[in-house]
Nanobody, 118 residues
Framework: VQLQASGGGLAQAGGSLRLSCAAS????????MGWYRQAPGKQRELVAK???????NHVDAVKGRFTISRDNAKNTVYLQMSSLKPEDTAVYYC?????????????WGQGTLVTVSS
């Protein structure tokens, strides 16, 4: 499985960006997809995730500002980011988790940098 993320860049505080992540390869239906981020000097943290059945979770820090969605026909997950804050600056990674014969596998995209200026 390969994940190709895009859409990062520079935004001003209060602005918006949209991240996309397309998955390819041996993809199992009803996988979970999500976005994580890692700021300089910090550990990677969950931002939002969406299950194969459409159940969504956003962490408190981004609730009301970020929205995760997916297009199953395109095996693509999106993260619409609005009302950006400087503390949202980080490398954003997409993730796909899928189970086969009871064994879970995790896959990561290459990361896309989001920089929010004040």
């Amino acid at each position: 499985v390969q994940l190709q993320a895009s859409g990062g860049g520079l935004a001003q505080a209060g602005g918006s960006l949209r991240l996309s992540c397309a998955a390819s390869g041996s993809i199992i239906r009803f996988n979970d997809m999500g976005w994580y981020r890692q700021a300089p000097g910090k550990q990677r943290e969950l931002v939002a995730k969406i299950t194969g059945l459409g159940s969504i979770n956003h962490v408190d820090a981004v609730k009301g500002r970020f929205t995760i969605s997916r297009d199953n026909a395109k095996n693509t997950v999106y993260l619409q980011m609005s009302s950006l804050k400087p503390e949202d600056t980080a490398v954003y990674y997409c993730n796909l988790a899928q189970s086969w014969n009871g064994r879970w596998s995790n896959y990561w995209g290459q990361g896309t940098l989001v920089t929010v200026s004040s």
